[in-house]
């Protein structure tokens, strides 16, 4: 399929390939309409500004672009956020609003987003960071992708909507936690297997559980990763006759851990509950507390990813630590010895991983 031009787009939206090139260089100042009109023309052809014409037109940017999607949490998840709660944010700098949660900050993605920043920093780059709630990921990324030399991308559902392989063909392209695909790019994941199969082992051979249960829903390559792994090895260590799956509801939905409710008011808890990632394992927690159950009393509870909550959280949170910063710092590495030339085929880089006993499971 012959790769869509600036002069196709132009062609399409009825404008000079100038309005194109400048649409994807500097939007703020085109006509919001005539932007509109450009934007809905490359999304149609699937057409991402090559990183080669751009070397042409003013050399490289020496800019490294970071996207986020819609990952950054305002609240602890589960917690909606009033539409005036965010306004006051603004002003009112002694309210509740700004007393520091860090149950909502730093995560999984604010550490890699660090890991990243501190790469750039050191490398002398410069740091493009970009986010999009919604479907307009994919207008937001076409944007960036012609102002930068290189694009790291977290996981996100919004991917699927995106020309990933045409973007991946023409500039070099970093994915994090999103496993391996054919799709010829470098792919930053963390040892979700070995971390698993340590969690499991630790709950059977030292607190001599027998019946253990997963929360967490499989909306990424990481959670799918973790609770394939977890079957795995229950099955392995002779606990697979027992339903595997407690609950697996978004914390962002109505329906968040109504399943543990369910399991909880009939009787049917576990002697452990395993969750996907630490923010499910808090909330867990706080949960079986709110009950009048004991962490690790009456049921144990695990987490992955090793955010600092885990540490300053009573009861201590046993997990899996993964290298976020490591993440980071790799993935603008690569990126930046890539040297704006796209991978030509999959390349994957798996971390290790650290399984951390704390209180949670009734180690100290």
């Not at 002003?91 to 987003?113: C, K, W």
């Not at 999009?132 to 076409?142: K, P, V």
């Not at 559902?157 to 994915?175: A, H, I, N, T």
Request: aromatic share 6%; glycine share 8%.
């Amino acid at each position: 399929m012959r790769r869509a031009t600036v002069y196709d787009v132009a062609n399409k939206a009825g404008v000079s390939t100038a309005t194109v090139s400048f649409t994807f260089r500097h939007p703020e100042k085109v006509k919001p309409s005539t932007r509109e009109k450009v934007l809905g023309a490359a999304h149609e052809l699937e057409y991402v500004p090559s990183a080669s014409a751009r070397g042409l037109a003013r050399g490289r940017t020496g800019v490294l672009g970071l996207y986020s999607f819609d990952m950054l949490l305002e609240r602890t998840e589960g917690i909606e956020l009033a539409e005036d709660d965010a306004e006051n944010a603004y002003t009112n700098a002694g309210s509740d609003i700004m007393d520091p949660d860090v149950r909502a900050y730093p995560l999984y993605v604010d550490e890699v987003q660090r890991g990243f920043e501190l790469e750039c920093w050191r490398r002398g780059r410069v740091l493009q960071l970009s986010t999009a709630a919604g479907h307009g990921a994919e207008e937001s990324i076409a944007e960036i992708a012609g102002r930068v030399d290189g694009l790291a991308l977290f996981p996100s559902e919004y991917v699927k909507g995106l020309p990933l392989e045409r973007l991946c063909r023409q500039m070099p392209v970093v994915r994090i936690s999103a496993g391996s695909e054919n799709v010829p790019a470098a792919y930053v994941n963390c040892d979700n297997t070995t971390g698993m199969n340590a969690i499991v082992d630790h709950l059977i051979d030292v607190h001599h559980v027998r019946s253990v249960a997963f929360v967490g829903v499989q909306d990424s390559s990481d959670m799918r990763e973790r609770y394939a792994a977890f079957v795995r090895r229950i099955r392995e260590r002779g606990l697979g006759d027992m339903p595997a799956l407690v609950d697996d509801s978004r914390a962002v939905s109505a329906e968040w851990f109504v399943k543990l409710c369910d399991a909880l008011g009939s009787g049917q808890l576990p002697e452990a509950v395993v969750c996907s990632n630490d923010q499910s394992a808090l909330g867990v927690v706080e949960l079986l507390q709110d009950a009048g159950l004991k962490v690790p009393d009456d049921v144990i509870v695990t987490g992955f990813d090793g955010v600092l909550a885990g540490r300053l959280l009573h009861p201590t949170l046993t997990t899996v630590r993964q290298p976020m910063e490591a993440m980071g710092r790799l993935a603008a590495k690569l990126l930046d010895e890539q040297a704006e030339d796209p991978w030509r085929e999959p390349c994957e880089y798996r971390l290790p991983v650290r399984f951390i006993a704390r209180e949670s499971c009734g180690c100290a």
